[in-house]
């Protein structure tokens, strides 16, 4: 079995800040998915970005990056220019990479990120 | 179409009641999903579908009853509920087999909030 762990329950920043949001994670697979969501009062799963552990390279996407550390097992997230619609839970994953069927994700306990104006 | 529809949004019921939750996906996945998420907490794996096969219960009580009737409809049927069941149930669905990245991906609806009086 996998675990997800966040140990920041809320942050807040001001608007234009950069944040960084800590995920660490535990397992004995070798070949697996992480992600980032974020889920906004309405409610509605976003997937904010994804990294293969097989890849050495950080994902981004846009203002979101990552910093993977696969020894470490350590997944954060970095927000750049952060925008008043950041406001959101979000939510480390963990999915195992089975090759074929379908498996489902393994979230941490989240971070609310407040951004200030 | 990159929409999961749940329906109804809000369902109060009582705790000698039947009802069914609906989600619905035209993606084209084979995969489907039912996370119950409590207020606060991160969403949990119920049940998983692929190819409208049940392939993963995470010893859900029997009071829930999933049902995948083709590859586009999951529904989750429920009966004789405790208060302690009210949740945001979540439908996710995703590529059962996931041959790139992208594949892995899980797309959520905005859910149905379910209260259980």
């Known amino acids: 079995a996998q675990t997800v762990t966040q140990s920041q329950p809320e942050m807040s920043v001001q608007e234009a800040e950069t944040v960084t949001l800590s995920c660490t994670y535990d397992?004995?697979?070798?070949?697996?998915?992480l992600f980032w969501y974020k889920q906004p009062p309405s409610r509605q799963m976003i997937l904010v970005i994804r990294?293969?552990?097989?890849?050495?390279q950080n994902a981004t996407e846009n203002r979101f990056s990552v910093n993977f550390q696969k020894a470490a097992k350590s997944f954060s997230l970095k927000i750049s220019d952060s925008q008043l619609g950041d406001t959101a839970m979000y939510f480390c994953?963990?999915?195992?990479?089975?090759?074929?069927?379908?498996?489902?994700?393994?979230f941490g306990k989240g971070t609310h990120l407040i951004i200030q104006p | 179409d990159t929409e999961v529809t749940q329906t109804p949004k809000h369902l109060v019921m009582g705790m000698t009641n039947k009802k069914s939750l609906k989600c619905e996906q035209h993606?084209?996945?084979?995969?489907m999903y039912w996370y119950k998420q409590k207020a606060k907490k991160p969403p949990e794996l119920m049940f998983v579908?692929?190819?409208?096969?049940?392939?993963i219960n995470e010893s859900v009580p029997s009071r829930f009853s999933p049902e995948c009737p083709n590859s586009s409809l999951l529904n989750l049927h429920l009966h004789a509920l405790q208060p302690e069941d009210s949740a945001l149930y979540l439908c996710?669905?995703?590529?059962?087999?996931?041959?790139?990245?992208?594949?892995?991906?899980?797309?959520f609806g905005q859910g149905t909030r379910l209260t259980v009086v």
């Open positions: 990294q293969e552990a097989y890849k050495q």
């Open positions: 993606m084209g996945h084979r995969a």
């Open positions: 579908y692929s190819y409208e096969k049940l392939s």
């Open positions: 397992t004995s697979e070798n070949n697996y998915y």
């Open positions: 994953a963990f999915r195992r990479a089975t090759g074929g069927g379908a498996d489902g994700l393994t």
């Open positions: 996710a669905s995703s590529h059962s087999i996931q041959e790139t990245v992208r594949d892995t991906e899980a797309f």
